[in-house]
């Protein structure tokens, strides 16, 4: 019991000391200034290029969703994320250990080129994030904790960041046992993180950069937006890509049914939704009855239309 004491509350200093050497020190592999730097990016062309021409530069919830980019990027495994997980790590193994388990690498990517396993490990976690966001709209009690992300209703690339400290929870254990088995512990995991935010950022900017054949492949402002749209195709939503588009078209989820700048954005009674940081941190745990999910659209103007088709509208 002391062992997890003692991780508990190092936890706490370790990350502590960590973020305040962040801050402390730029450099090219900190997050911090990563984090900074990105969005300063992306903010300035879309003052520079803007999409929806008429949003204000500091559009609706510009500040509370700059609260939350620093709040889940970093106070959250501050406040508790890291004690918690690092325990649960560790109880884990001492289970696997029971059973005369050392680890649970099942493919030595280690010994592979350096770009392979950064390939790698992108790919596999963002097609896994991708379940698990399904997962989020499928499930009426995630449901509940994901609403958070999608009570955003003037979309900006820091609505990225707007979600709640639940789904960091279910995302990190869905995705735990996947990647320990490719031996998740590589050095350069940060060059896949920061490209990951880089996209995140992008799909939820208020720009339009034709990416071209791309768009099959990566997610972007003009698919993600659809994703957030009030109206949806059915009960749970359509294109859950998170870094990558490619899943939504693999799988049949790819939903653009025309230009979806000036579309509503949001859910049923999202009018009604808490909009402060706090009120929304309790509001999951507070709403007892399965709330119906977005307006459905007719079936009739459900069809599919392509992504080239698309572009030609805008
Ligand atoms: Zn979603
Ligand atoms: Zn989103």
Redesign the pocket.
Known sequence: MEKYWNIFTSSFSDYGNYLWREILNPSWGNYFYWLLGLSLFFWLLEVVVPWRKGQPVIRQDFWLDGFYMFFNFFLFSLVGFNAISNIGVEAFNDFLALFGIQNLVAFEIQSWPLWAQLLTLFVLRDFIQWNV?RL??RSDYLWRF?KV??SVQQMGFAAHLRFHWGETIVYRTIEYIPLAMIGFGIQDFFLVHIFATAIGHFNHSNLHIPLGPLRYLFNNPQMHIW??AKRLPNRY?AN?GISLSVWDYLFGTAYMPKDGRDIELGFDEVEVYPKSFLEQQFQPFKERTAIPLQEVVPAKEKQFIPAEEVDQLN
């Open positions: 966001h989020l709209h994901h992300h999608h994703h957030h939503g859950y």
